[in-house]
Structures are given as C-alpha cells and as structure tokens.
C-alpha cells in the first residue's frame, strides 16, 4: 500500500516536473522567438548604420572609388573651417532658439485657455491639432504662397496701410518665418502634451491656493509651472530635437537654403554634401556633429530644466 | 460633477479677470490661423488662373481644371496609390511587430529584458539625418535603391511603436494570462487571443498613427526614390513644384498640396479620439 503511493506520488511529481520544464521551454521559446526577428532588424538598421557613420567620418571617400582612406579628424577640421558649415550650425540654433520657446508658450497658453473654457473643448482640440498631420513639404508650399511678394499676406499687409514685406526673399526675415512655420505646424502637438500635463496636477493644491489669497498670477507662477517642470523638459527636449532636425520645409520653402544661406541648416548642409557633392566624409562627420548636437542638448535640458523643485 | 467642479477651480488658475467672451474671442481667432492656409489653399486651387490674385475667399467661377491639370501633367494618381501602399505596409508591419516586442517587454520577466529595452529606446534619439548615408549605401549595395523595398526596410518595425504598445499592454492583468496558462493554453494562442483583443483601442490607435507618419514620411523617400512614377506625395510636391514657377503653376501648386493634405485631414477627423488619446498617453509616460 505505501510502496505503492510513494511510487505514484513520485511518478507526480515527476510529471509536475516535467511539464514545468516543457512550460520554461516553451516560456523562453516564445519570449525569444518574439524578439529575435526585432533585434537583429535593429541592430542592422539602427546600431549597424550608426557605427559606419563614425567609422565614414574619418575617412575620405567619394562613394565611388574603392579605398576610403583614413584621415584623423580632417573632415571635421575641414567642416568647421568651412563658413558655409559654420552659417548653418548657427542658423540651426537661431531654429532652436526661435522655435523651442516659441512652440512651449503657444502651446502653453492654447492649452491654459481650453482648461480655462467650457465649451467646444472638443473642437478646439480637434482644430489646433490638425496641421500636425498634414505633409510638411504640401504645407511649406502653402506658406510660400501666401507668403510671396504679391501674394495674400501683403495684400492684407498693404490694405491695413502697412509697408508689403519680403518674407522670404529676405535673409533676415526667412528664418523667422520658417520657424514660425515649423511653430504653427506644432502648436496641436504641444498643446495636447500640456492638457495633459495640466489634468495631472491635483485640484487641492489650486483650492488650497485659493483659500491662502494666492491670484492667478501666482497660482500660475507657484503651482503650474512647478508642478508642470517634467512635462516642459520633455516637450523641450523633443521640440529642441524636431527644430535640430529642420529640412523638409528648407527644401521646399527656400532656393537651396538661401537668401544668402541664411536658412540653410545642419541638415541640408548634410544632404548636399552627401547626394550632391558626394562628400561621404564629410557628409558623415556633418552627422557626427549633428548626433552630438543632440545628444548634448538633451543633456543640458536634462539638467537645466530638472532641479528639484521644492514644494 | 466632479468635472464641473475642477474646471471651475482650474478657471481661477489663468486670468479671473479675463472674460470668457475674450477667452473665447483669443481661442477662435487661434482657429482661424490654424485653418486659413488650408483654406486659401483650396480656394486657390478652385480658382481660374486670370482669377489667381483676387483678394475674395470665394472662387467665382470656381472650376475644377486645375485638378486635371494636374492628374494629366504629373503622375499624381499614382504618386497617391503609391502612398497609400507605402503606409499601409509599414502600418501592417509595425502593428505586427510593434504589438508582439511591446507585449513580451511588458509581461515577462526574463535575462536581458532591461538592455533589451533601453537599446530599442535609445534608437528614438538617433536623428534620421545620420542614418540615411549608412541607408543608401546599404540600399544601393543590396540593389535596393530606387525600389519600395528599399524605401520600406527602415520603417517597418519602430521603437515609438514599441513603447507605445509595451504602456498598454503592461495594463494587463497578469492573473488573466496566468489563468489562461493554468487552463493548459499555448504562449502564443494566449498572445494571438487574449491580450491582442484586449488592447485593441491601442493597436488602432498605433495603425493610425503610423499610416499618418508613412503619408507624410519626406527625408528618406526623398533620397532613395529617383524615378518620377515610383514617388511618394511629398517627393512627387517637391519636383513637381519646383519646375511651376508662374502664375498658373501656383493654382496647380495648390491644387496637388490640396490633393496630398486632405485625404490625411479626413483619416484625422474620422479618427481623431483615438488619435489625441495615443499621442497623450506615449507623450507622457
């Protein structure tokens, strides 16, 4: 009788065993097979590509001959001798610098003026989002349009009494009006980010505010912007890195970046470099900068914007 | 009640003083910026070329031709289907893909599941910009310049995707997918049956949003694609554009930025809950 249910009761647990292995395998055949395709096609298009980059950016190479000689830190030398590349670097900040405060406080105050209404919330959002979806290359040509000498703007411009402007044709005015484009474009996006923001602050630190006497200035100054600290890095951060990242609308806004390369940026200064003059060098150690760029932006906004905020 | 009561509180939080007939006045006049282009975009494109300057937002007689003009001067019929393709096969790839990573990263605990994620993170900082040279050599060496393949290879798994469907799927309750493992089902019919219906909301919202990203997409189309018939809509703008410099070409401009935005515009307005729903919750997470 025991012989016989120790027997059958290992002959269990074996089963249990068994079938808790054939589970981990099954488990861990799943989870890898899910993820193995996924990896690779990462590795291969992403990380793959990145490290070619770097490699390319101390090289000389015009696509076509077979050797790629090594060069040290030539290209970059090159590029930062070159005014042209300098005219870009510092049009790509003045996008920055335009463009990141520009979209955080339009999309601040749509946002703060929706909360602050009642109706026809839903269709405010709605419309303030919808430039965010539609092409940049259709919408650059609508701006142009509107924008062009004798086109809309100054027909208005002229009706009101006021001198017609150039807009475009200008050095000085062009990369204003392109990082406005690029902020009109946003606005939806910026707007949405901050409504969300917003409803994730609670309500008893406003009533309670209230009942201490605090106006809405300082209810603004001391309770929202505080409060909202994490939602605005990371707005700044993507919105820095969109505005770093400015093409589409030069190559279908400007002639090749101009009046005077005053709105060529660091990106179509790549794409000449590398599909018109193919300078695969330099077109590279272009991206390196860029990648920097980047990279250090996020850093600073990172340290900048994320002091701790005592409450 | 309660959303009564916060919105009356949050009121106090920006100008009391303010009026609503200003706030609203400040809010429409923000939809009339938003929307003119758009407008003027479609009323020149109606327009007759004598007509192109006249100041009135209405086109009389409005007309139709410039759109033929169009279909018949450049290939847009097929620039539009070429489009279409294009985001529907990234969309249907990503959804595959996207959902399947998104929901292993979410509900399993197993080595390397941490690097794993950040590495596919850490790509969504890596500008487009550095990888296009790395691209089209790759491309050009495999043959693939030129070609959809091409143009498809790099967008067809997405880490914004990932991380989008790993927020929604880590919502679900462990204890059902136990359930189900209890009940003897396979990891993959547990998968296929129980948590892709149940983030549904989620894979629609990501459908949308990467058919909108693959309409739009300009940068690397703009650089692997080099013959007329195989553009997408915004390389397709760009040429076509850019050899229209008179008056007549601006109508037609018009015309083709009507063409390439609207369809984009209506997917939006039909799906635009789901859309704003998707982009706020990947936005702040």
């Not at chain 1, 670097?89 to 990141?100: E, P, R, S, Y």
């Not at chain 2, 599941?113 to 495999?142: H, N």
Request: glycine share 6%; proline share 5%.
């Amino acid at each position: 009788m025991i012989a016989n249910a120790i027997r059958q009761s290992a002959r269990a647990g074996r089963r249990l065993l068994s079938i808790r292995l054939t589970y981990k395998t099954q488990r861990y055949l799943f989870i890898y097979l899910m993820l193995a395709l996924p990896l690779l096609y990462f590795i291969g298009t992403r990380l793959v590509p990145i490290v070619y980059s770097f490699n390319i950016s101390v090289r000389e190479w015009d696509v076509l001959s077979p050797d790629k000689p090594y060069v040290g830190l030539a290209n970059f030398k090159g590029l930062f001798a070159d005014e042209v590349f300098r005219k870009s670097i510092g049009n790509t900040f003045l996008f920055v610098a335009v463009g990141v405060p520009g979209q955080l406080a339009a999309g601040l105050a749509v946002a703060l003026l929706l909360q602050s209404v009642t109706r026809f919330r839903g269709f405010f959002r709605t419309v303030y989002f919808i430039p965010y979806v539609t092409s940049i290359v259709a919408v650059s040509w609508v701006f142009r349009w509107l924008l062009m000498p004798n086109g809309w703007v100054n027909a208005a411009l002229l009706k009101l009494g006021l001198d017609a402007q150039l807009f475009l044709q200008s050095p000085h005015q062009a990369p204003y009006v392109i990082a406005l484009s690029m902020i009109w474009q946003s606005v939806g996006f910026q707007m949405l980010i901050f409504i969300t923001g917003l409803q994730g602050i609670p309500n008893v630190y406003y009533e309670a505010a209230h009942i201490d006497g605090a106006g809405p200035w300082r209810r603004f100054r001391h309770i929202t912007i505080p409060l909202l600290n994490p939602v605005i890095l990371f707005s700044a951060v993507i919105a820095g890195i969109s505005y770093l990242q400015a093409f589409a609308q030069i190559v279908s806004m400007t002639q090749d970046g101009g009046p005077l390369n005053s709105t060529r940026t660091l990106v179509f200064h790549i794409y000449k470099l590398a599909f018109k003059s193919f300078e695969m060098g330099s077109a590279s150690a272009a991206t390196v900068v860029l990648f920097v760029l980047i990279l250090a932006f996020t850093l600073l906004q990172l340290k900048v914007l994320n002091r701790k905020v005592e409450y | 009640m309660s959303r009564v009561a916060t919105d009356q509180a949050r009121r106090g939080s920006i100008g009391r003083g303010m009026s609503a007939a200003i706030r609203y006045a400040l809010l429409l006049a923000g939809v009339w910026i938003t929307l003119f282009p758009f407008v003027w975009m479609v009323t020149s494109s109606l327009k007759l070329p004598q007509h192109l300057f006249d100041p009135g937002l209405i086109p009389s007689p409005a007309t139709l031709g410039n759109y033929a003009d169009i279909f018949a001067k450049a290939p847009f019929g097929r620039w539009i289907a070429n489009t279409a393709a294009v985001a529907a096969i990234t969309t249907a790839s990503v959804l595959v893909f996207d959902t399947a990573v998104g929901y292993v990263l979410a509900k399993f605990s197993f080595a390397g599941k941490k690097i794993i994620f950040l590495f596919i993170i850490s790509t969504l900082m890596v500008p487009t910009e550095m990888l296009i040279i790395p691209w089209y050599l790759l491309a050009s060496q495999l043959h693939l310049a030129d070609t959809y393949a091409g143009l498809l290879l790099p967008g067809l798994i997405t880490a914004f995707g990932i991380f989008l469907m790993k927020q929604f799927m880590e919502s679900l309750p462990s204890e059902l997918l136990d359930a189900a493992r209890i009940d003897g089902l396979s990891e993959w019919r547990i998968f296929a049956h129980i948590a892709v219906p149940l983030v549904k909301p989620a894979i629609v919202t990501l459908a949308i949003l990467s058919f909108i990203s693959g309409w739009n997409q300009f940068i690397w189309p703009f650089i692997v694609l080099q013959t007329e018939t195989k553009y997408t809509l915004p390389v397709g703008m760009v040429y076509f554009s850019s050899e229209l410099k008179d008056n007549s070409g601006w109508i037609q401009i018009m015309a083709g930025a009507t063409v390439s935005v609207i369809p984009l515009i209506l997917v939006f307005l039909v799906f635009q809950k789901r859309i704003l729903q998707g982009i706020a919750l990947t936005g702040m997470k």
